[in-house]
C-alpha cells in the first residue's frame, strides 16, 4: 500500500509542513536535550527521510542543540516540529505530538533509556536503547 501523505505543524498554524515519504521509524527519546526542548519527560519522533520532508507554510526558527543537530520550531508560539543533522543528516526528525493524526505512527523503540526518569513507566514494551536508537 503506498504512504498516505502527513501533515503538520505549530500550536498557532504559522508553520506547517508536509511528509510525503514513509517513516524509517519512529521512536521515543528520553535524553536531557529532548526532555529540555519539549519541556516534557520524553518525546516522541518518526525519521522520515529527508528529500520527503517539506515545509509547507511559514518559516521555522531554529536552534542549533548540538554542535550537529538543529532543532525547528515556531518562532511565534514555541512548538519544536523537527530536528534536522545528527548521526543520520539523510533523515529529519519530526516530533509525533506535531502531526495533525500523531495516532498513525507508533514508536517501536526507546533511545537513552539509560537516563529515563525513574518514574516513567511506558504502556508498552519497546526496543531499549541505553544510548541513541542506532537506526536514527
Known sequence: MAFRPAEGGCLCGA?????????ALADICHCAMCRKSAGAPFIAWIAVPYAGFHW???KPAAYR??????RCFCGNCGSQMAMVGGPTPDLVGVSIGSLDEPERFTPTAEGWASVKLPWVKLAMTLESHPENNPAF
Not at 508553520?15 to 517513516?23: A, D, F, G, T
Not at 542543540?65 to 538543529?70: A, I, L, R
Request: aromatic share 6%; proline share 6%; net charge neutral.
Open 15 to 23: 508553520v506547517r509542513y508536509r511528509i510525503e515519504q514513509e517513516p
Open 56 to 58: 509547507t507554510q511559514g
Open 65 to 70: 542543540s548540538s554542535k550537529d543537530s538543529t
